[in-house]
C-alpha cells in the first residue's frame, strides 16, 4: 500500500520557522521526485518546492525561494520542508506527492498527470 504522510503543521508567529516532514512508502522511493505542495482557502493548489531523490536536485516557486528548503533522506524514505521567515501568506494546507521524475519542475509538477501519488496534508497557520 502507498502511503505518504505529512506531518510537522502547526501554528506559528510571523517570522518563525515550521520543519515539514513527508514520512513514504509502498513504492519505490528513489524513483521518483517528490513535490510539496500547498492550498490555502479559496485558492487553488500550487507546488512550491520539488526534490529529485535520486540525485538531490531541488526547485522552488518564487514565492518561497530563499526562505524554504526541500530535502531527502532516502534511508528513512522521507522529505523535508525547512520553512524559515513565515509569512501569514503561507498559511495553507501542505501535501506531499510522488512526482515522476521527467517532471521534477516547478512548472511540470503542477500537472496532475505527472502526480502519481498524494498524501493527506497538515495545516499550517501564521499570524501576524
Known amino acids: 500500500e502507498v502511503q505518504l504522510q505529512a506531518s510537522g503543521g502547526g501554528l506559528v508567529q510571523a517570522g518563525g520557522s515550521l520543519r515539514l516532514s513527508c514520512a513514504t512508502s509502498g513504492f519505490s522511493f528513489g524513483d521518483y521526485a517528490i513535490g510539496w505542495f500547498r492550498q490555502a482557502p479559496g485558492k487553488k493548489r500550487e507546488g512550491i518546492a520539488c526534490?529529485?531523490?535520486?540525485?538531490?536536485?531541488?526547485e522552488y516557486a518564487d514565492s518561497v525561494k530563499g526562505r524554504f528548503t526541500i530535502s531527502s533522506d532516502s534511508a528513512k524514505s522521507t522529505v523535508f520542508l525547512q520553512m524559515n521567515s513565515l509569512k501569514p501568506e503561507d498559511t495553507a494546507a501542505y501535501y506531499c506527492?510522488?512526482?515522476?521524475?521527467?517532471?521534477?519542475?516547478?512548472?511540470?509538477?503542477?500537472?496532475?498527470?505527472?502526480?502519481?501519488?498524494w498524501g493527506k496534508g497538515t495545516l499550517v497557520t501564521v499570524s501576524s
Open positions: 506527492a510522488a512526482i515522476r521524475p521527467e517532471a521534477a519542475t516547478i512548472e511540470a509538477m503542477q500537472h496532475p498527470w505527472f502526480q502519481d501519488y
Open positions: 526534490v529529485s531523490v535520486r540525485d538531490g536536485r531541488t
